[in-house]
């Protein structure tokens, strides 16, 4: 006669088949009726976190501690305690969280020999040095971490030391040192060796490190293998968020931006539902893709609430300071953070202050600015640094007179957006182009670069750059319509009568982008409804 699985059963191979609300589910029942040991109490913490239940968590991770010590092991309390103090150190919980880290430090300080929570405790230490500026000492305390992980043959432990490593490697300008190591952790996270909660923490780590050193590439490769992740845990809440924050970063770089937008709601959602660390990106993105389309009042809301999490929204917040006509007021704002800004942090801010110093007219401070942007640029490195180095330096050339170099870095840098199709950032070098190609005595070629530059905005919904390249033109203040050609093409066809799966079909656009220029046009004329639109078409002679 087979013996039924009891809730206990249950609840343990729950948790390893990732279903996890069936998992603290079964461990409750299991809780209720008889209790359960520490080791699976621990386990309920963790579930608990997965699914956004961060006070239940906490709850179950105390008792974990208390029972733990209860059997006299004195390495796992302490263990819990780390991690209570990572937990509500992240939750803001600052005093509860130092309450945690000394009960844990005397805990230690009884132990005859250290163990393996020595080097968890390490953790928000060498965090807190990180997050202060202080890598190098950071990296100490991860090193020792990894030490003790690699002797008591803690797999969780090994690979935060050897992320903590690699991540100061990268804030330190080691740059291929540490991504080489953050690869290392990454394989032993896809290979299953590292528990979910340190894997998730490892694969938003990674991402944040690829963001920050312009590894498009591995950027690509690490969040496709986060939404595989994340998606073999449909229930999961923690993580979740800040999964679709990069997603709404990549989706960005390619124009895809109603998508980003949507996305990036989507990992507002997250975070209300308990995954707090994508609250940040989750905002910051969507302040990116409503800066671009010229979205200037709900930009800087989002902006605003992303530095309400305590990380300012940079270089965003200063380029639309920018297009605000704020100019001063951005370029205090890049100064200031470039003050404040590690090797690596430095390096993802210089191409914005190289823009915003030229539009300040301190050509100088530009010049510098690309001068450190390039100086350790080889010609096989990371194509996106590449293009911002030669994008940087088509700026720069222009406004110190070499119109004929600026052509060339400008071609070079459209060549390199091309290839990681970001069609924004190539639709900005043919503007550069045209510029030179003007300053060269060729308005011929200068209107053929506008134009290309002028079409691929309109496609892309980015009002504000149409806006420029017809001020550059001269088209702008003549006292026609404020649309764009792709605009009245499409209010002509709303005119008509035609829905949007029609006129996307007529022009082969997408209905997203149809709808969004239809969103436009109305925003542009300052009319509530199509049949206004119509009638404004109508009366100002836009039909053939």
Excluded at 86 to 109: Q, T, V
Excluded at 119 to 140: D, K, T, V
Excluded at 214 to 225: F, I, P, Q, S, Y
Excluded at 353 to 369: F, M, T, W
Aim: aromatic content about 6%.
């Amino acid at each position: 006669m087979t013996v039924p699985d009891t809730d206990l059963d249950l609840g343990r191979s729950a948790f390893h088949e990732r279903r996890w609300r069936d998992a603290l589910e079964c461990l409750s029942r299991a809780d209720s009726e008889g209790g359960l040991p520490p080791q699976d109490i621990e386990l309920a913490a963790s579930v608990a976190m997965l699914l956004g239940l961060n006070s239940q968590s906490i709850e179950y991770l105390a008792r974990a501690h208390d029972e733990f010590l209860t059997v006299g092991d004195t390495d796992s309390a302490a263990r819990c305690a780390a991690w209570l103090v990572m937990f509500l150190m992240d939750m803001g919980e600052a005093a509860r969280g130092n309450g945690w880290l000394s009960r844990a430090k005397h805990l230690l300080e009884g132990m005859p020999d250290p163990g393996a929570a020595e080097g968890y405790l390490l953790i928000p230490a060498a965090l807190g040095l990180l997050r202060s500026g202080a890598p190098e000492a950071g990296q100490g305390l991860f090193a020792r971490a990894l030490e003790l992980g690699t002797s008591f043959h803690d797999k969780d432990l090994q690979a935060l030391g050897r992320l903590g490593v690699g991540t100061s490697h990268v804030s330190l300008g080691h740059v291929e040192e540490g991504l080489q190591l953050l690869d290392e952790v990454m394989v032993s996270v896809t290979a299953g060796e590292v528990s979910p909660i340190p894997a998730g923490i490892i694969y938003c780590a990674v991402l944040g490190s690829c963001r920050l050193s312009n590894d498009v590439r591995r950027a690509h490769e690490w969040t496709a293998a986060l939404e595989r992740w994340c998606g073999d845990r449909p229930d999961m809440v923690m993580f979740s968020g800040q999964c679709q924050a990069y997603r709404a970063e990549l989706l960005i770089l390619h124009g895809a931006w109603d998508d980003a937008l949507a996305v990036a709601r989507a990992a507002e959602g997250r975070v209300r539902k308990g995954d707090p660390d994508a609250t940040f990106g989750s905002w910051y993105q969507q302040g990116e893709a409503l800066r671009l389309q010229g979205f200037v009042e709900e930009a800087a809301k989002a902006y605003a609430t992303a530095a309400g999490t305590g990380f300012e929204p940079v270089p965003g917040i200063a380029l639309l300071q920018l297009a605000q006509g704020k100019t001063a007021q951005a370029q205090a704002t890049m100064r200031r953070a470039m003050a404040g800004a590690d090797s690596a942090n430095r390096r993802r801010l210089l191409p914005t202050v190289v823009e915003i110093e030229l539009a300040a007219g301190d050509v100088a401070a530009a010049r510098q600015a690309l001068d450190e942007l390039s100086e350790p640029l080889q010609e096989n490195g990371r194509p996106l640094e590449l293009a911002l180095a030669a994008h940087a330096a088509a700026q720069v050339l222009l406004a110190e007179g070499q119109p004929q170099h600026a052509l060339r870095e400008s071609r070079r840098a459209w060549r390199t957006w091309y290839s990681l199709e970001a069609p924004y950032q190539a639709a900005r070098c043919r503007v550069l182009a045209g510029r030179a190609c003007a300053l060269l005595g060729d308005p011929d070629s200068a209107a053929m670069e506008f134009e290309a530059a002028r079409a691929e905005f309109s496609d892309l919904g980015a009002t504000p750059a149409v806006t420029d390249v017809l001020e550059l033109t001269g088209e702008k203040g003549k006292g026609s319509s404020p649309l764009t050609n792709r605009e009245v093409e499409v209010l002509r066809l709303v005119a008509g009568g035609h829905a949007n799966r029609t006129i996307a079909r007529e022009l082969y656009l997408s209905e997203k982008t149809v709808a969004r220029h239809v969103s436009n046009i109305l925003s542009k004329l300052a009319v509530q409804s199509r049949a206004a639109a119509t009638g404004y078409a109508f009366e100002h002679g836009l039909m053939r």
